[in-house]
């Protein structure tokens, strides 16, 4: 029987505020254990949360940014349970009234567009770090992170593929790192997803028992686990047995999904609303001022440099991978007024210069009105594209402006006609064996001839001249 | 799960009583499980007494004090000392709270 996947992803996002939710500890990454710590992040008696208002301004950015409706009150909930990573004895969440809900993001796929629910976006704090130690009866806590904000991002079960569940994760990564308002980096846990997976009958319309799936740090083990899950659940079901309802860890080394029994208790979170923490009303005039604080979208961006730039869609979807390469390339462009051509470089080169070295475009030494030059020089004739291959790599390597790797370089293009004439003349004369089988059909033999004149100009010869010319006195006797 | 209310009279049975225990981690003996039924019986009977309130119009509330929109700034100020964070901790390893193992 063909079976259909159904997948539900929940997201927690770490956001980028100087400071913890609900206190002024900072949030910076990889502090010395408990440095940042103060007796509201580690739960002590007596102490009063205060909201970081930024948090609100995030969480509603990305609410607007993913089309949810942002609620006009909305609380905190305490959700107990116990954990050594939660001083407290409850992570303070929102669960009856969220700040957002009934969203949506459209993903691309190879068969087009689909487009994914989200069910809601929440707040809430971060628990600590645990360390277990290989050989001691002991955990170590650090408490660092207890605090730090999150939102969490659940969809609604709308993925069909591990395709499209990629597919979409990787849409929320690039609108959070659009806004500036997560870094997304999936090691470090600023960008964590689980995933309910489960299988029916293709055609059926309700749902089978679902599993939970954690523990996968990177967009590919996201692909990996859901395949395996997928894989699995499909055995347990084509050889009559019930899958159980239950959390699974993904094993990276073992490359499965394993049940996390033992630790599987029936939860009972016993939410109630935080008695320490009061509403949040949100306005219009609030929502106004978030909606226009609100960057160009990566999607919107994508269709606007097809459109207006003429490139092809897969071209968009590189230059628009990130705010900063975007910005970059539309100054290019701008600057040179030649957007294909500033495409093809920015794709091409500078890219790759930077992905050899792991650079981000931001620390890229070629400046973009370095590179609008460099384009304008080869448009009028100053330099030869064969010698802006090199230019480039100069100017990647020094900073330098192409003027000046030019002139450094010495590295004019030969565009008079008097000089190159002379030149290839001396080539055709040095060469008289190969002119004779040019002239006895031997054609291919052009590419030769071009060859040894660019070879005798250093390169710097422009490439239609030498043609022209070299057509030209071969022909004659 | 959770705690549903039955109708025995009783608020709270002596498994609830077990069930909440083990919950918040607390080992009980036969007595004190017996004492602290009735002793959460007698609480919810006396709370009961709020249910004799007509709050027809009156929207759920989940706080006390008519207060909205309580932020603070996202500056940073200064976190407790190193030392002064693990000075309570029945045991510390370097700069870690020390715990019984807990395995994921």
């Known amino acids: 029987m063909p079976y259909e996947p159904v997948i539900g992803l929940e997201v927690h996002a770490q956001l980028l505020t100087e400071t913890k939710i609900f206190c002024s500890c900072s949030t910076q990454f990889g502090a010395e254990p408990n440095s940042h710590t103060c007796p509201v992040c580690m739960g002590m008696p007596g102490v009063l949360p205060v909201l970081n208002r930024k948090v609100v301004e995030y969480t509603m950015k990305m609410a607007l940014a993913t089309h949810c409706r942002i609620n006009e009150a909305c609380n905190f909930a305490r959700k107990n349970y116990f954990y050594p990573d939660l001083p407290k004895g409850y992570q303070i969440s929102q669960y009856a009234q969220p700040l957002s809900e009934h969203g949506y993001v459209d993903i691309e796929l190879d068969g087009g567009k689909k487009r994914i629910g989200i069910t809601r976006i929440h707040m809430e704090e971060d628990a600590g770090k645990l360390l277990h130690d290989e050989h001691l009866p002991s955990s170590y806590v650090d408490l660092n992170r207890t605090g730090v904000p999150l939102i969490e991002i659940v969809s609604e079960p709308d993925m069909r593929s591990t395709d499209e569940a990629v597919a979409y994760l990787k849409r929320l990564h690039e609108i959070l790192v659009y806004l500036e308002i997560c870094d997304g980096n999936m090691e470090e846990g600023s960008f964590r997803c689980d995933a309910n997976v489960s299988l029916r009958p293709?055609?059926?319309?309700?749902?089978?028992?679902?599993?939970?799936?954690?523990?996968?740090?990177?967009?590919?083990?996201?692909?990996?686990?859901?395949?395996?899950?997928?894989?699995?659940?499909?055995?347990?079901?084509?050889?009559?047995?019930?899958?159980?309802?239950?959390?699974?860890?993904?094993?990276?080394?073992?490359?499965?999904?394993?049940?996390m029994r033992g630790k599987e208790e029936a939860h009972d979170y016993r939410y109630f609303p935080d008695p320490d923490l009061v509403p949040i009303v949100i306005d219009n005039a609030w929502t106004e001022e978030m909606k226009k604080s609100l960057p160009e979208l990566p999607l919107e961006k994508r269709e606007r440099f097809i459109r207006d730039y003429q490139i092809p869609p897969y071209d968009a979807g590189v230059l628009t991978s990130s705010r900063a390469l975007a910005?970059?390339?539309?100054?290019?462009?701008?600057?040179?007024?030649?957007?294909?051509?500033?495409?093809?470089?920015?794709?091409?080169?500078?890219?790759?210069?930077?992905?050899?070295?792991?650079?981000?475009?931001?620390?890229?030494?070629?400046?973009?009105?370095?590179l609008a030059e460099m384009i304008q020089l080869i448009e009028d004739g100053t330099i030869s594209g064969k010698m802006a291959k090199d230019i480039i790599v100069e100017m990647y390597r020094t900073g330098k402006s192409p003027q000046a790797v030019i002139e450094e370089k010495g590295m004019i293009q030969i565009t008079d006609e008097g000089t190159l004439e002379k030149t290839v003349a001396e080539v055709i004369a040095a060469n008289p064996t190969q002119l004779a089988q040019y002239r006895g059909g031997k054609e291919k033999l052009f590419g030769y001839f071009v060859g040894q004149v660019m070879k005798a100009t250093q390169g710097k010869a422009n490439p239609q001249l030498i043609n022209e010319l070299l057509k030209e006195m071969l022909a004659k006797e | 799960?959770?705690?549903?209310?039955?109708?025995?009279?009783?608020?709270?049975?002596?498994?609830?009583?077990?069930?909440?225990?083990?919950?918040?981690?607390?080992?009980?003996?036969?007595?004190?499980?017996?004492?602290?039924?009735?002793?959460?019986?007698?609480?919810?009977?006396?709370?009961?007494?709020?249910?004799?309130?007509?709050?027809?119009?009156?929207?759920?509330?989940s706080h006390a004090i008519a207060l909205q929109n309580v932020f603070r700034d996202d500056s940073v100020h200064d976190s407790l000392s190193h030392d002064l964070s693990l000075s309570n901790a029945p045991e510390a390893r370097g700069p870690f709270f020390r715990v019984p193992k807990v395995i994921e």
């Open chain 1, 202 to 259: 293709r055609g059926e319309m309700m749902f089978g028992t679902r599993t939970e799936l954690k523990n996968m740090n990177s967009f590919r083990n996201v692909q990996r686990a859901l395949d395996y899950e997928i894989k699995r659940q499909q055995y347990i079901l084509e050889s009559g047995q019930d899958v159980i309802q239950e959390t699974r860890l993904w094993d990276d080394s073992k490359g499965e999904t394993q049940s």
């Open chain 2, 1 to 61: 799960m959770g705690i549903e209310k039955q109708d025995t009279g009783l608020k709270i049975t002596k498994e609830e009583v077990e069930y909440v225990a083990h919950l918040a981690r607390l080992d009980f003996s036969e007595a004190e499980k017996s004492k602290f039924t009735s002793q959460l019986n007698d609480i919810l009977m006396y709370v009961e007494k709020l249910n004799q309130v007509d709050t027809t119009n009156v929207e759920p509330m």
């Open chain 1, 327 to 370: 910005g970059y390339f539309e100054e290019v462009a701008r600057l040179s007024g030649k957007p294909k051509i500033a495409s093809n470089w920015v794709m091409g080169d500078v890219l790759r210069f930077l992905n050899e070295e792991k650079r981000d475009i931001k620390e890229c030494p070629v400046l973009p009105g370095s």
